[in-house]
């Protein structure tokens, strides 16, 4: 009879592995979640034009996280702007800072150039997409 019980414990045993690996895949998804990070349920891009603020707020030769409207807006030159997605391209978490001129990505460490949307380290592989801006009356409008 011992071997019928062991086989059974055996099952039994097998059948709680199975659930703590399946619970501890929950847990790693979880913790690899992008929702305290996301825009929500939010396009990446805005879908009607959206005013930012004054066109000064962003450095000549430098660039604003616009974090809240999901939105990088660089400028290359005075009076010339350009816009990106500030939401990664990887897992959708939206970029918490700029460095040196790095996009960074919170969840998974991706980084995109904030000139060109370029993807400059993965785990992302696509570039942050474009966005019309343009400055009006000192106002810097996206979308």
Do not use: W
């Not at 290359?76 to 816009?83: K, L, R, S, V």
């Amino acid at each position: 009879m011992p071997a019928p019980q062991s086989a059974a414990r055996r099952t039994v045993l097998k059948g709680a592995a199975a659930l703590a690996g399946a619970a501890g895949a929950g847990v790693t998804l979880a913790a690899c979640s992008t929702e305290t990070n996301s825009g929500g349920n939010t396009p990446a891009t805005p879908t009607a034009p959206v005013e930012l603020g004054a066109a000064a707020d962003v450095p000549v030769g430098g660039a604003k996280l616009y974090r809240e409207r999901k939105l990088i807006v660089s400028c290359p030159a005075e009076g010339q702007y350009t816009a990106f997605s500030a939401q990664c391209t990887h897992a959708g978490c939206v970029l918490d800072k700029i460095v040196e001129g790095q996009g960074n990505c919170p969840c998974h460490g991706s980084r995109f150039d904030v000139a060109t949307g370029k993807v400059l380290r993965g785990p992302a592989s696509a570039p942050l997409p474009a966005v019309p801006v343009r400055a009006e009356n000192g106002r810097l409008i996206a979308g």
